[in-house]
């Protein structure tokens, strides 16, 4: 798949060379116009220094797919748990503590963004939540959702793809999984965008209060619910949470303090991040008709459908990157690292490596590594909830194809906005013109 973000970037104002290349030592992730079209500069990053220091971020950005690798694989040296607080609320961390322990039932850490051993306890209890065979039986309510949504619009010719596609089909989702009754999709979407922002390193001390407010109403209405489960479960994943077991002689359960992050972790990581993907889907259908054609051709074929599904996550991951800090002095592709250094892990940028997956930007389903992908991370990490999105995204692109035709961008290209976070590539609004298919 051709792509023009080298000339976006110029359009934007970013340190380009002559040449049109980045210039490394001007650059920062933190440019809105790299944000939005970053791949010129993860190639500049692999290139020419792909332990790459970013003053303005005051992070290393590891942009090799195996440099990553080494990474998620040693998470004695790389620690995600103080990766992560470093990065939570940067620049307002004790203000946007107090403001939840004040106003929002308290501070909750994420306990899945933990290190081992309390990560391994944690991760054990909340995959109850996640079996293969739950999650395929999902499949026909999933369908149900998106084939209702589609046609819903189907015969208006154009929608904006975010807010009424992704965003309430992925939150539909979520939330009948998680038992949440009479949900507002704008409530829920602007809960995500907050507790996102946390990670994303853009926000101003007034987004900051902002978010911290619509962190507080979440907790409390989430605080509600896990309460009701207590005393009367029900067949949904927070109950699964609430009373899930393990063969641990000493902590079997999750305590209080820990279901209610678990909770708002399942809650916006499952609508958030996948809705991005299916913005990605509908982007590329709209911009790609060659890969379009490839999709409708997959359509029947269960096999090719997932693998098409595989190299979408591939070429456009949902997930720009996570934090990690160095434990010790260490070395990394060549670069030698301080104790205490913030690193962040760039997924997209690995996904993009020439050296793994030739010709990159291409979109390629007969790959024979497509199963290399980091979309969802790596290692004792990985995505606890990949089998869910990947199911999501399989069904959101079989009725889609199957029910809309010449779906084409109602906007020009360089017209589109990203959301200003490091943490994913999210677009903001995707109008989108169409036909329904006869």
């Given at each position: 798949?051709?792509?023009?973000?080298?000339?976006?970037?110029?359009?934007?104002?970013?340190?380009?060379?002559?040449?049109?290349?980045?210039?490394l030592d001007q650059a920062s992730l933190s440019d809105p116009a790299i944000l939005a079209h970053p791949n010129a500069f993860y190639r500049a990053m692999r290139t020419q220094d792909p332990v790459h220091y970013d003053a303005r971020l005051d992070m290393y950005l590891v942009s090799r797919f195996d440099d990553l690798q080494a990474v998620v694989k040693d998470p004695a040296t790389f620690?995600?748990?103080?990766?992560?607080?470093?990065?939570?609320a940067k620049g307002f961390s004790d203000e946007f503590q107090q403001i939840l322990i004040r106003d929002g039932g308290g501070f909750f850490g994420d306990p899945i963004m933990t290190d081992p051993p309390y990560h391994t306890r944690i991760r054990k209890l909340m995959e109850s939540a996640f079996t293969g065979h739950r999650v395929k039986e999902l499949e026909p309510r999933i369908t149900?959702?998106?084939?209702?949504?589609?046609?819903?619009?189907?015969?208006?010719?154009?929608?904006?793809?975010?807010?009424?596609?992704?965003?309430?089909?992925?939150?539909?989702?979520?939330?009948?999984?998680?038992?949440?009754?009479?949900?507002?999709?704008?409530?829920?979407?602007?809960?995500?965008?907050?507790?996102?922002?946390?990670?994303?390193?853009?926000?101003?001390?007034?987004?900051?209060?902002?978010?911290?407010?619509?962190?507080?109403?979440?907790?409390?209405?989430?605080?509600?619910?896990?309460?009701?489960?207590?005393?009367?479960?029900?067949?949904?994943?927070?109950?699964?949470?609430?009373?899930?077991?393990?063969?641990?002689?000493?902590?079997?359960?999750?305590?209080?303090?820990?279901?209610?992050?678990?909770?708002?972790?399942?809650?916006?990581?499952?609508?958030?991040?996948?809705?991005?993907?299916?913005?990605?889907?509908?982007?590329?259908?709209?911009?790609?008709?060659?890969?379009?054609?490839?999709?409708?051709?997959?359509?029947?074929?269960?096999?090719?459908?997932?693998?098409?599904?595989?190299?979408?996550?591939?070429?456009?991951?949902?997930?720009?990157?996570?934090?990690?800090?160095?434990?010790?002095?260490?070395?990394?592709?060549?670069?030698?690292?301080?104790?205490?250094?913030?690193?962040?892990?760039?997924?997209?940028?690995?996904?993009?490596?020439?050296?793994?997956?030739?010709?990159?930007?291409?979109?390629?389903?007969?790959?024979?590594?497509?199963?290399?992908?980091?979309?969802?991370?790596?290692?004792?990490?990985?995505?606890?909830?990949?089998?869910?999105?990947?199911?999501?995204?399989?069904?959101?692109?079989?009725?889609?194809?199957?029910?809309?035709?010449?779906?084409?961008?109602?906007?020009?290209?360089?017209?589109?906005?990203?959301?200003?976070?490091?943490?994913?590539?999210?677009?903001?609004?995707?109008?989108?013109?169409?036909?329904?298919?006869?």
């Open positions: 798949m051709a792509t023009s973000e080298t000339e976006g970037q110029r359009g934007g104002g970013c340190p380009v060379s002559a040449q049109g290349d980045i210039r620690s995600l748990e103080r990766g992560y607080k470093e990065q939570y149900a959702i998106v084939s209702e949504l589609i046609e819903s619009f189907a015969d208006k010719g154009r929608i904006d793809a975010v807010n009424e596609f992704s965003v309430p089909m992925t939150v539909r989702v979520i939330c009948e999984q998680l038992g949440l009754e009479h949900f507002a999709r704008e409530k829920i979407q602007g809960w995500s965008l907050a507790v996102t922002a946390q990670i994303g390193r853009m926000q101003t001390r007034e987004q900051m209060l902002e978010n911290a407010r619509q962190i507080c109403e979440l907790q409390n209405y989430l605080i509600q619910c896990i309460r009701e489960r207590e005393t009367e479960p029900r067949e949904d994943m927070i109950s699964d949470l609430v009373h899930a077991r393990s063969d641990d002689s000493e902590n079997p359960t999750l305590s209080f303090e820990e279901v209610v992050p678990l909770v708002r972790a399942l809650l916006i990581a499952g609508n958030e991040t996948t809705a991005t993907a299916m913005t990605n889907l509908l982007f590329i259908l709209a911009t790609e008709p060659d890969i379009a054609r490839q999709l409708a051709a997959a359509v029947d074929d269960e096999r090719l459908l997932n693998r098409f599904v595989e190299e979408l996550l591939r070429l456009e991951p949902p997930v720009r990157g996570l934090a990690r800090m160095t434990t010790r002095e260490t070395e990394l592709g060549g670069t030698r690292l301080p104790a205490g250094a913030h690193l962040l892990l760039l997924f997209a940028s690995a996904n993009d490596d020439e050296t793994v997956f030739p010709n990159p930007r291409e979109f390629d389903i007969n790959r024979s590594n497509l199963g290399r992908h980091v979309a969802f991370s790596a290692g004792i990490h990985r995505c606890v909830g990949l089998a869910l999105a990947r199911m999501e995204l399989k069904v959101a692109a079989r009725e889609i194809v199957k029910r809309l035709d010449n779906i084409r961008l109602d906007i020009a290209p360089e017209d589109i906005k990203y959301l200003p976070t490091i943490a994913t590539h999210s677009i903001e609004h995707l109008p989108l013109m169409f036909t329904r298919r006869k």
